[in-house]
């Protein structure tokens, strides 16, 4: 017997979210409530990930309007169901005297009740991604959900440390230390993933090693520093490898504030500035309160001031470990000067093709995972693209440990030949940032 089909109401933030997204229902039907339409049409203008998936999502929808859409539902495609939009509809007692403001929250409940009575044979569930309404919804008596198409269904893999391999044979640390590395066949530890990093230890030694899957050999990974930052623990070690490995052309690092992961991106990018052509470092703007940017004072720089400000920290930190008139402060002001190092809020990169560009994206967990795609799909021959971020300290209102854009990265790229992953667990920025971050 075949299932009834089911269907779901969808709220304008997941439109925001993946404008692909009434694609991904399978053959079930999606209505898209009037209201969200008008409030796409206050996203359209502008340079923020949020309006150009408000054009993309109306671009699509005006290749397959018609009349059809308000009664008979359109075919979104094969095996796939149908689109509808559903007009204004009345409040219900129940929600008048709950709800006494006529947002547009509550006109998408009111359409969701509606659509609950009208297709009473069928399981109806709004999706949104705004917690509140989804409490809302739950206090009608509405099936309700968060979009889950993008989440990450193993969070483990960003929460884990350095591998540890205790009691480790005293044979294979010894080659290790002595030979180019030990083939895939004759390590001890079988299917390792690609770029993998861990630490062999027994009572005698130790040994840093990662699996290089270019040559198919397990290789010993030597502490060394870059630009003038030296590696303080096994972490930023592996990390340091990783951003100067050439074969490696995507790496994700992962951790709380004081890790070093800023700062060892940077520092790895300047290290190796002449086998790039510009060395780009952004992250996204997210303001308070979601307040867009024109309401704060000043020009351009100002509004953007504060928000790059980290990043400019983390270069300092660099040309403060190095003399004033030092040949590395010197290379740092060039480059500055001829835009070869460049800090920038991410909006701005939109557009450009990114050729022998080491790209450096720092607090990536406030990207959706379309937004890292879309960032991904502009490198071009010879860049290097880092993402960097802390899943735990995530501001953007409609994301979550498991639905943001740098752990849904790490899960999907994890065992590419061409990517790398490490997780910094300790911190090194003082005692008392360590101490903070952990009790409070």
Known sequence: MAKKKKVFILDTNVVLHDHK????????????????????????KGNDQIHYQAREFVRDLNKISGEKLFNEGVPLGPKQGKLF???????????????FEKSADHRILAIALYVKEEFNTRVVTLITKDINLRMKAKSLGLNSEDYTTDKVKDIDVLDKGVQIHEDFDPKAIEELYQSDGIPEEEFPIQDLPANQ?????????????????????????EKSGSFGIEPRNAEQTFSLNALMNQNIKLVSLTGKAGTGKTLLALAAALQQNKSFKQILLARPIVPLANRDLGFLPGDVNDKIGPYMQPLFDNLSVIKHSHGNKSRENIIIEEMQRDEQLVITPLAYIRGRSLSDVYFIVDEAQNLTPHEVKTIITRAGAGTK???????????SPYLDKTSNGLAYLTEKMKGQDIFAHVNLIKGERSYLAELASDLL
């Open 21 to 44: 997204c009434i694609y991904n229902f399978e053959n079930n039907d999606v209505i898209l409530p009037i209201v969200v339409l008008e409030e796409l049409d206050k996203f359209k």
């Open 85 to 99: 939009v559903a007009t204004g509809k009345p409040f219900t007692k129940e929600m008048q005297d709950s709800f």
């Open 197 to 221: 990093y861990f630490v062999l230890r027994n009572t005698n030694k130790s040994v840093l090693a990662y699996f290089d899957p270019f040559n198919k050999l397990i290789k010993r990974v």
């Open 385 to 395: 693209i880092i993402f960097t971020g802390d899943i735990e300290q995530i501001d």
